[in-house]
């Protein structure tokens, strides 16, 4: 069952990292005024529910991660994994508010609120790229 | 307009909300995956986790941000000095969590 919630979760994760990165670039071309109202629209909920998705596959497989990975190896092992792990999990938490936020504000489409969209966007994907680079390391090392 | 004051709002205070907890190390919800026990306090042991508890506080503090600035509508902040804002209070956070992947290096 972990297994199942593992790959659930990297598929997602990846479902995530596309939806995001779409909805950053799309946004940063309405920034640079051109039309991208449908685009913003398609990708303002897919990468919620994807980020979403993958929130909580995460969550659900954290614990086993804890007691089966983290204690059982990597604490004496390679502590600074654990730390690398760590600052993962605080960007994947950062990442889902500002995707969210992002895809909620990007759904209108006022000229002069584009850029900070835009910015918050470009951010949320930047991190999950980050977290998604440091979840496969921390697997290719030691998978729960 | 409002959509976007609402969400730097909730991006500032899940900021905020998301870092406190944690450093201050306030009591919040513990699971302890080892017995398999919710609680509610500070981690005492490092299989304990407040992973959850922490994203509870954040979350809620998002929402309640969010809902005021919602309803509040202020106008008086420039949108460029919100979003810069809300963006430097994610990047103390990281500042932060990178600082002590480095410090343990």
């Known amino acids: 069952m972990i297994k199942v919630l593992l790959i659930s979760h990297a598929v997602l994760g990846f479902t995530a990292v596309f939806a995001a990165t779409h909805h950053a670039a799309h946004a940063v071309l309405a920034a640079l005024a051109r039309t991208q109202t449908r685009a913003l629209r398609r990708f303002g909920w897919i990468a919620p529910a994807s980020i979403l998705a993958q929130a909580v596959t995460g969550l659900a497989i954290y614990p086993a991660y804890r007691v089966n990975v983290r204690a059982a190896d990597l604490e004496r092992s390679a502590p600074i994994v654990v730390q690398l792990f760590d600052l993962k999990e605080h960007l994947a938490a950062l990442a889902l508010v500002l995707v969210i936020g992002a895809a909620l504000a990007g759904r209108q489409s006022e000229e002069r609120t584009q850029w900070p969209v835009a910015a918050l966007s470009c951010t949320g994907a930047a991190f999950l790229w980050t977290a998604a680079v440091i979840g496969l390391y921390v697997t290719a090392r030691h998978s729960v | ?105």
Do not use: H
Not at chain 2, 35 to 42: D, K, L, N, T, Y
Not at chain 2, 86 to 92: D, F, Q, W
């Open chain 2, 1 to 105: 307009m409002r959509e976007v004051r609402a969400a730097l709002a909730a991006v500032s205070a899940f900021a905020v909300a998301y870092l406190l907890p944690g450093t201050l190390q306030l009591p919040v919800l513990i699971y302890d995956p080892a017995a398999r026990v919710f609680s509610f306090g500070r981690v005492t042991n490092p299989v304990q986790m407040r992973y959850y508890g922490d994203l509870i506080v954040a979350c809620i503090a998002a929402l309640a941000a969010a809902a005021v600035v919602w309803k509040l509508q202020p106008r008086r902040t420039p949108l460029s000095i919100a979003t810069a804002t809300a963006l430097s209070l994610v990047g103390l956070d990281v500042l932060f969590y990178l600082s002590r992947l480095l410090a343990a290096m």
